[in-house]
């Protein structure tokens, strides 16, 4: 069992940054894909970023060149530096994790942090 815990939402205004974290529990961190999602009222969640094991990341669209995701195995720790931001990406995100073995598939969530943009 792997228990997330994010961190580092808050009020910002449109054009701002703030920095998500995510701990998470147990000793086999670095094995997990690790990702962020958003979900905003009235709206379905939708992944924002994903950083593999290996370290390889992806982007949804609307985040490129704004936000970077990266991760921190010795702390356990993975990150979304959110720049640029706008009132557009005002929701709660999420921290996930992920892996698939041949002893099964594992899907972790954190409770979410609340990010508004608003001036």
């Known amino acids: 069992q792997v228990q997330l815990v994010e961190s580092g939402g808050g009020l910002v205004q449109p054009g701002g940054s703030l920095r998500l974290s995510c701990v998470a529990s147990?000793?086999?961190?670095?094995?997990?894909?690790m990702a962020w999602y958003r979900q905003a009222p009235g709206k379905q969640r939708e992944l924002v970023a994903r950083?593999?094991?290996?370290?390889?990341?992806n982007y949804a669209d609307f985040v490129k060149g704004r936000f970077t995701i990266s991760r921190d195995n010795a702390k356990n720790t993975v990150y979304l530096q959110m720049n640029s931001l706008k009132p557009e990406d005002t929701a709660v995100y999420y921290c996930?994790?992920?892996?698939?073995?041949?002893?099964?598939?594992?899907?972790?969530w954190g409770q979410g942090t609340r990010v508004t943009v608003s001036s």
């Open positions: 996930n994790a992920g892996k698939i073995t041949t002893g099964g598939t594992y899907d972790y």
């Open positions: 147990g000793s086999t961190f670095s094995t997990f894909a």
């Open positions: 950083i593999t094991s290996g370290g390889s990341t």
